[in-house]
């Protein structure tokens, strides 16, 4: 059965940083772009940012260019979003999510997500 | 920046058909997607490609695409559909989502 996990969540000052990672199973991950996903809370979903197969392309939402990066690594099965600068609103649930190896761009696997708290 | 546009709120009695909107620009050119998301926990994919369903997603769920304007459509809505509906679509490299529709079966 396909999983995703992610791991590194937390409580962070404003300011601080913090990195996620997300361990896929069950799937050739480096077939397939990624994706993370937040969700701050009682709110609607909102892209982050995507990485292709071998990472040489990222693409970030504007909110997060320049503070955030996607990367993965292959050889160790796992994909990460390393946050720097955070902010009291990049609050919110974080899922690592794929999209299907059919060149289709849907998320058809998601992560449980992993809670992010930024605050003072 | 391209945005998708959905109801806060759908209601629909039990057994009765739930219908709810996606509106973006040119919306009918692009796939829509549909995810359903239950308290507490990640969103489900439901509808990919405008219409196509997920394997163990059942037949009560299909959608339409056509031109501003994705639909998502429950036929004989039961107690367990109650969740938050996002709907997504490519654009710029990007995955963009509504803002999500509450549907409350009651």
């Known amino acids: 059965e396909v999983q995703l996990v992610e791991s590194g969540g937390g409580l962070v000052q404003p300011g601080g940083s913090l990195r996620l990672s997300c361990a896929p199973s069950a799937f050739a991950f480096s077939n397939y772009w990624m994706t993370w996903v937040r969700q701050a809370p009682g709110k609607g979903l909102d892209w982050v940012a995507n990485?292709?197969?071998?990472?040489?392309?990222?693409f970030y939402v504007d909110s997060v260019e320049g503070r955030f990066t996607i990367s993965r690594d292959n050889t160790k099965n796992s994909l990460y979003l390393q946050m720097s600068s955070l902010k009291v609103e990049d609050t919110a649930v974080y899922y690592c999510?794929?999209?299907?190896?059919?060149?289709?761009?849907?998320?058809?696997?998601w992560g449980q997500g992993i809670l992010v708290t930024v605050s003072s | 920046s391209y945005e998708l546009t959905q109801p806060p709120s759908v209601s629909v009695s039990p057994g009765q058909t739930a219908s709810i909107t996606c509106s973006g620009d040119v919306l009918g050119g692009k796939y829509a997607s549909w995810y359903q998301q239950k308290p507490g926990l990640s969103p489900v994919l439901v509808i990919y490609k405008d219409n196509r369903r997920p394997s163990g997603i059942p037949e009560r769920f299909s959608g339409s695409n056509s031109g501003s304007t994705a639909t998502l459509t429950i036929s004989g809505a039961q107690a367990m559909d109650e969740a938050d509906y996002y709907c997504q679509a490519w654009d710029s490299s990007a995955a963009l989502f509504g803002g999500g529709t509450k549907l409350t079966v009651l």
């Open positions: 990485i292709n197969q071998d990472g040489t392309k990222k």
């Open positions: 999510a794929r999209y299907p190896d059919s060149g289709g761009w849907w998320l058809d696997y």
